[in-house]
């Protein structure tokens, strides 16, 4: 029996009706399938959408808003939730019966996917996989870029990109009969939560920080839910500069990448005539400074992404010579274009202790000293901690960050952990602050070490409110 025959007997719950829980429901309707959908907000639809028009869409679905219903999670066969949801939480953990299966969209795909396997004159879909607490958009990105450059069909998706069950849902309503070779997942530790069943050409663990811990409780635990990724590949690609990443099956074939010289089989950085570059064994491929993404933390995004395009049979040659094309995603390390002479950073996406320790140290190795005084970088940090502990900041701040300026829900933690900082309450105050220190040639970064909900609509709306107080502030210089 297949999985969508299966279906048909079984009471379906969509837990969540944002955007992953609506392509739940796209497809599960295009199968003509009932089910019933329950989301605790009052109006999780995207703009205008409304109850009226979800009825007359999806005739076959019932919609329940405003709070869980303990009824229907009870009668429940299969819940598919949403990332965004914890099925941990009392009011949803209590009510699912021992025989209820609970999955992700990404799970259910990577089960469609695999019943295409043993389908005469039907292509399963190759998949790449990517998790880690920084740097997954910016690698599958720089993937899909590559792909893009390669002429592989490949398409983004996961946590980024179109949701994955669209991709069956046009097949099978014919709006789209082009389906792509491979997918590149990017892949949160919320959605690896609910994912066992992916059959990955190759997975990886880019690194593992202090992260999401007010859902995850420890970062053992954490630390788990990333590897679980690695039992879904044939291949591990893993960090040797992070000891969290290493696969747990001594014998699941490993391709590293790491800041040192690589060994055999292996990707790394080597240094020719003072420059460093990115190698594979003992072939040097091309020189950091040729690349438009700058520190290590990028170099190490680099060699990830050659690892794994590696591991699909992708050309290293023709790998090495799209590299440059890709000039990275916004709100991440994104410099903006200013006439004082000081260069702003905005790092808003660095929602977490670890990526702003990546863009502190990285931006530190390019540090120089002109006429004996050397360049001062200045951090904005701040905002919701998400409960993780601050501490691993002390040291990069103390030995790389000439001023410290902080905001938010959780700034003062922040703050605490340097003899001086300044303290302001918005995120324009924090710029003008940094515009009264800063002089010539001077590097402000915003990397805020926190999630951007105690004060903004998202870490993309932060970003976009910091590049307009830095075009106001500087021009009225």
């Known amino acids: ?68 219903r303990s009824e229907l999670i009870a009668n429940a066969d299969i819940i598919l939730i949403s990332p965004g949801i914890d099925s941990a939480i009392v009011e949803i953990a209590q009510h699912i019966s021992a025989d209820c299966r609970v999955m992700g969209d990404v799970e259910l795909f990577c089960l469609l ?3 295409r396997f043993n389908q005469p004159d039907v292509n399963p879909i190759q998949i790449l996989a990517v998790t880690g607490s920084n740097g997954k958009s910016t690698v599958v990105s720089l993937l899909a870029h590559l792909a893009d450059s390669l002429g592989v069909n490949a398409q983004l998706g996961g946590n980024i990109g179109q949701p994955v069950l669209d ?20 892949l949160s530790s919320f959605q690896l939560e609910t994912l066992t069943s992916m059959q990955a050409i190759a997975t990886s663990v880019l690194n593992v920080s202090d992260d999401h811990l007010d859902r995850h409780q420890s970062m053992e635990n954490y630390q788990g839910i990333k590897q679980s990724i690695y039992p879904q590949g044939k291949l591990a690609i893993i960090n040797r500069d992070d000891e969290a990443t290493k696969a747990l099956n ?33 072939q040097n491929l091309i020189t950091l400074d040729e690349l438009p993404l700058a520190g290590m933390h990028n170099a190490l995004n680099y060699l990830a992404v050659l690892a794994l395009g590696y591991s699909a049979g992708w050309s290293l040659t023709a790998m090495v010579k799209n590299l440059a094309g890709f000039t990275g995603l916004a709100h991440r390390c994104q410099k903006i274009v200013s006439d004082d002479g000081i260069t702003w950073i905005n790092d808003s996406k660095a929602t977490n202790i670890g990526a702003t320790i990546a863009a502190i140290n990285g931006l530190a190795q390019t540090l120089t000293s002109q006429d004996g005084v050397k360049q001062k970088l200045i951090l904005i940090a701040g905002g919701d901690g998400k409960g993780a502990d601050f501490t691993p900041l002390t040291e990069p701040l103390t030995m790389h960050v000439s001023q410290v300026i902080t ?32 002089k010539t040639g001077d590097i ?20 976009e409110q910091f590049i307009a107080a830095v075009a106001k502030v500087t021009e009225a210089s």
């Not at 837990?15 to 796209?26: D, F, K, Y």
């Not at 991709?167 to 990017?186: S, V």
Request: charged share 20%; with cysteine.
């Open 444 to 463: 402000v970064l915003l990397s805020p070490a926190c999630a951007s909900l105690d004060m903004f609509k998202n870490f993309g709306d932060r970003g």
């Open 1 to 68: 029996m297949t999985l969508l025959a299966d279906f048909k007997d079984k009471q379906i719950l969509v837990l969540g009706a944002g955007i992953t829980g609506m392509s739940c429901v796209r497809y599960l309707s295009a199968q003509g399938l009932c089910f019933a959908v329950n989301d605790s907000r009052t109006q999780p639809f995207a703009g205008d959408y409304n109850e009226r028009q979800f009825s007359e869409e999806f005739p076959r679905a019932s919609l329940h808003l405003g709070q869980w």
């Open 407 to 438: 905001l938010g829900k959780d700034g003062d933690k922040i703050a605490e952990l340097v003899q001086s900082a300044n303290k302001v309450t918005s995120l324009f105050t924090a710029v003008q602050t940094a515009k009264s220190v800063a």
């Open 250 to 282: 001594e014998f699941q074939p490993v391709i590293s990448f790491g800041s040192d010289a690589p060994a055999q089989n292996q990707f790394g950085v080597t240094r020719v005539n003072g420059k460093a570059m990115l190698a594979f064994a003992e």
């Open 113 to 115: 996917n695999n019943e």
């Open 167 to 186: 991709i069956f849902t046009k097949e099978t309503t014919g709006e789209n009969t082009d389906i792509p070779a491979m997918l590149i997942l990017e």
